[in-house]
């Protein structure tokens, strides 16, 4: 079964940006996959509209062979979301933004409390509990929202250049989180720009620039083929994209 | 799906209540001076209205007055802060339909401005007593018109773009839609030009309708109120729908 499918996708944003120009990527059940590319490659946009939150231009998006045209409420029940912006309401307490969001997916007050109280243990925000999200630190919050994300147990977890601007000690425990969260069965993308995460985690990698798809394999046949060359891959791809601006 | 709406709803309960002295204060504080300086001080030199004080006369008006505006506050306030902050996201990527989305929202409206509506009418309770001719009326007339400004304040925070987008109609349409739609006199004693004119606005049937149900006057057919109720919340309804569907305003 593949997680998600996507064929010809196209992004025109209204103010002529063209930010997919053409893509298809098929990301099987249980990957850990790494969306590679520099800063405006498209990352976000792609995420986006597997999720939704922005309407396509052209192309077809499938979630676990739920076409999102065909019935996005589906489609939407599999993924868990980790945006790249926070957006929650920061006047609002931890506990609350979990259960909140359990009830967006249909579970009940009762059975969100207990689920909202395990997975903040577990992503280590116990004593945060009734903290207002304003007073979280930079990483306490990417992991609220990654808390957010999990509260209905998706099977598909998307993160959005999760451990931008987390230091190191809480980069090496998130990673620890999501590769057991990947033994035990979810399917995780991720998008970053750090070439060391996107080897750390992933199983297969696609690097992307400018709205296309550039390299799509698996992290093992790019490392065999030498880090070196790998690495210089990616600083050629970046290098272009710093060139043209 | 019902489990969505709930949770929506209740959040917005519990902010109204958490936030007390923001949302369910000011009009009571407001209106309390009206009944004070409007209907106490000079009400009491003025002549009976169809037999009513002028008191009597204002108190369904200014109910009324209080519940069209904080509906209509509650809903463009809080979208537009959601869709700002993009906590909006957190319903978008969940698997709530729109309708139902819509309705949280349209409820959350609601919920302010009927129970601004029962605190004002307590406080009127202070300066004159309380008269029901229909109660039915009453209460159809209160969820119509709550139910149409949420609808209206909703729309508003779809198209707002800014901080003004949000302050532009309420000072410049509603409020003196609301001050000319016969809250503080019968139109009946307009001149013939004005009375024409006033005929066209809106908010002159819901506080003629909303009066009829407490002291069984009004200036206009109350057939026509309601049928104007329902007309405009059914059009609201419908252009809500399709701008969610669009996702205007709040999806690239
Ligand atoms: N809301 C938007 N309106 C117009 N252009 C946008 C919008 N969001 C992103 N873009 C443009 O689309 C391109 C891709 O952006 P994005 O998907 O955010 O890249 P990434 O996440 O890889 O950094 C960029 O050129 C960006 O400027
Ligand atoms: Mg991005």
């Not at chain 1, 720009?193 to 690097?207: D, G, P, Q």
């Not at chain 2, 001076?33 to 002028?54: C, D, K, R």
């Not at chain 2, 139910?147 to 209206?152: D, G, Q």
Request: include cysteine.
């Amino acid at each position: 079964m593949q997680a998600i499918s996507i064929k010809g996708l196209r992004k025109t944003y209204s103010t002529g940006t063209q930010a997919l120009k053409g893509v298809d990527l098929n990301i099987e059940e249980g990957d850990f996959f790494a969306l590679l590319g520099p800063n405006g490659a498209g990352k976000s946009t792609i995420i986006s509209i597997i999720t939704s939150l922005t309407r396509k231009s052209e192309g077809e998006v499938k979630v676990f062979g739920t076409s999102i045209d065909e019935d996005p409420d589906k489609a939407k029940t599999y993924i868990g979301l980790v945006p790249q912006e926070f957006n929650f309401n920061i006047f609002e307490k931890v506990i609350d933004i979990v259960t909140t969001q359990a009830g967006y997916y249909g579970i009940p007050r009762k059975e969100a409390l207990e689920r909202a109280d395990e997975i903040i243990k577990a992503l280590g925000l116990w004593d945060k509990r009734d903290t207002m999200a304003q007073q979280l630190s930079g990483g306490m919050k990417r992991r609220l929202m990654i808390a957010r994300a999990l509260i209905h147990k998706p099977k598909l977890l998307i993160l959005d250049e999760p451990t931008a601007g987390v230091d190191i000690e809480m980069r090496l425990g998130m990673w620890e989180f999501l590769r057991r969260m990947n033994e035990e069965g979810t399917t995780i993308i991720l998008t970053t720009h750090y070439l060391e995460e996107a080897e750390e985690l992933c199983r297969n990698v696609a690097i992307i620039n400018k709205g296309e798809v550039r390299l799509h394999k698996p992290m093992k046949e790019l490392l065999e083929s030498g880090k070196e060359k790998l690495e210089n891959i990616y600083l050629e791809i970046i290098q272009e994209a710093k060139q043209e601006k | 799906m019902w489990t969505s709406y709930y949770t929506m709803a209740r959040k917005e309960f519990v902010r109204m209540i958490r936030i007390w002295s923001q949302t369910l204060l000011p009009p009571i504080v407001t209106t309390s001076l009206y009944f004070v300086v409007f209907g106490s001080f000079i009400g009491s030199q003025l002549a009976a209205i169809e037999g009513f004080s002028y008191m009597q006369f204002i108190v369904p008006g200014l109910i009324m007055m209080s519940m069209i505006t904080s509906s209509y506050m509650n809903t463009v306030s809080t979208f537009y802060f959601a869709k700002w902050q993009r906590t909006l996201d957190e319903i978008l990527v969940s698997p709530t339909p729109n309708w139902i989305v819509i309705a949280g929202f349209i409820s959350g409206g609601m919920i302010r401005g009927l129970l601004v509506g029962t605190l004002v009418l307590i406080v009127s309770l202070f300066f004159t007593h309380l008269v029901i001719h229909q109660l039915a009326i009453v209460i159809l007339a209160g969820i119509l018109t709550t139910m149409l400004f949420s609808l209206a304040g909703l729309v508003n925070g779809i198209f707002a773009k800014g901080f003004d987008g949000i302050s532009i109609v309420p000072t410049f349409v509603l409020t003196p839609l609301t001050y000319l739609g016969g809250v503080f006199f019968s139109i009946n004693q307009f001149p013939e030009f004005w009375r024409i004119v006033s005929l066209f606005n809106p908010i002159l049937y819901m506080v003629n309708a909303f009066r009829y149900g407490f002291l069984g006057i009004s200036d206009v057919s109350i057939a026509m109120s309601f049928s104007i109720l329902i007309a405009i919340n059914v059009v609201l309804l419908g252009l809500t729908v399709y701008l969610f569907k669009k996702g205007w305003g709040f999806k690239n």
